[in-house]
C-alpha cells in the first residue's frame, strides 16, 4: 500500500514556474515508477511525465517536453515536476501515481495509487 500527497500547486502568470512534489508513504517507494497526469475540467485524466523506480529514465508527452522535468529522490519518498515556462492551457489538477508494474504506462488505469490532486492555475 502506497499512500501519495501532493503539494505546491497555485496560480502563477504566463512564463512563470512551480515545482510540484508527491510524498508517499511505505518503504517499497522505490520499486515503484512514479507519473504525473493532468485534469482539466471537462476533460479525462491525461499522462504529462512518468520515471522509473531507479530514476534513470523519464517520459513526458510532447507538450511539456523541454518546459516540465520529473525527478525522484528514493531517499526521501518524494517525486518532484519541476513546471517551467507555463502556459494557460497547463492549468489543471494535477495528480502523481504510482505502479508497481515495469514498462511505459500512460494510461491513467494502469496505476494503483493516487494522490488527492493539486490544483495548477495559470494566468495570461
Known amino acids: 500500500q502506497v499512500q501519495l500527497v501532493e503539494s505546491g500547486g497555485g496560480l502563477v502568470q504566463a512564463g512563470g514556474s512551480l515545482r510540484l512534489s508527491c510524498a508517499a508513504s511505505?518503504?517499497?517507494?522505490?520499486?515503484?515508477?512514479m507519473a504525473w497526469f493532468r485534469q482539466a475540467p471537462g476533460n479525462e485524466r491525461d499522462f504529462v511525465a512518468a520515471?522509473?523506480?531507479?530514476?534513470?529514465?523519464?517520459k513526458y508527452i510532447d507538450s511539456v517536453r523541454g518546459r516540465f522535468t520529473i525527478s525522484r529522490d528514493n531517499a526521501k519518498n518524494t517525486v518532484y515536476l519541476q513546471m517551467n515556462s507555463l502556459k494557460p492551457e497547463d492549468t489543471a489538477v494535477y495528480y502523481c501515481?504510482?505502479?508497481?508494474?515495469?514498462?511505459?504506462?500512460?494510461?491513467?488505469?494502469?496505476?494503483?495509487?493516487w494522490g488527492q490532486g493539486t490544483q495548477v492555475t495559470v494566468s495570461s
Open positions: 511505505g518503504r517499497t517507494f522505490s520499486s515503484y515508477a
Open positions: 520515471i522509473t523506480w531507479s530514476g534513470s529514465s523519464t
Open positions: 501515481a504510482a505502479t508497481p508494474l515495469r514498462g511505459w504506462l500512460l494510461r491513467a488505469h494502469e496505476y494503483s495509487y
